[in-house]
């Protein structure tokens, strides 16, 4: 997605959250500039956030200082950010020293399968009661270590809660675009999904997303 696009994408959705009348709080604006990959905007609202009394470990502003640290290869220090915001539950079942193996992965990609299978283990020790917002995280977390089968096996879950329920109890699907998640979009069973989703007709009218084609119903991402 090229830089321009992104930035194009931003103002719309802005734009048009404003038309229907919602003020978008500074965590948000910092949100969705960090999924679109425009870190330097990221940081900056996000920075804006905490001055006007958000707090530096929670929600979106943490998420925003964890991206731009992974995509700066500052890998440790997002660890680091992450572990210190764990929740009492996600620390005693084994969190810390899980986070400390898949950041050490995305320094050193030897590790990642290992760090995948400690991942699912405590993905399955935190299943009871886990939130939307974790269970996107850890889709994103499997899709960056490169491990595809959980990462679809849960998104699945995630699609079919949605589908069910109607509203997902809050679920959005901004992530599915983020830089990280390159490996599940250019993956075969990404097709399905977004037909479960309903997006193949969207397109079909308005054009595929960036870095997509679309030939006769069937998306390719590159």
Known sequence: MT???RESYREIAIEEARRLGFELPEGVYAALSSYLGLDADAVKYADL???LGGLPGNGSVLQVSVLAAIRAGHFAEAADRVIDSLPPATRSAGGAEVFR???A???DPTGKPAASHALAGLLHRLAVGQSKADQRDFIVYFAMLDALDPAYDLADRYLDD???SGAG???NWDF???PEMHSFRRDPRFQGFVTRLNLIGYWKQ????DDCALQDGKLTCH
Do not use: C, T
């Open 3 to 5: 830089h321009a696009y």
């Open 49 to 51: 956030a905490v001055e």
């Open 101 to 103: 193996l898949v950041y």
């Open 105 to 107: 992965a995305l320094a």
């Open 162 to 164: 949605f589908l069910s």
């Open 169 to 171: 109890g809050g679920v």
């Open 176 to 178: 599915l675009w983020m």
């Open 206 to 209: 308005y054009g595929p997303p």
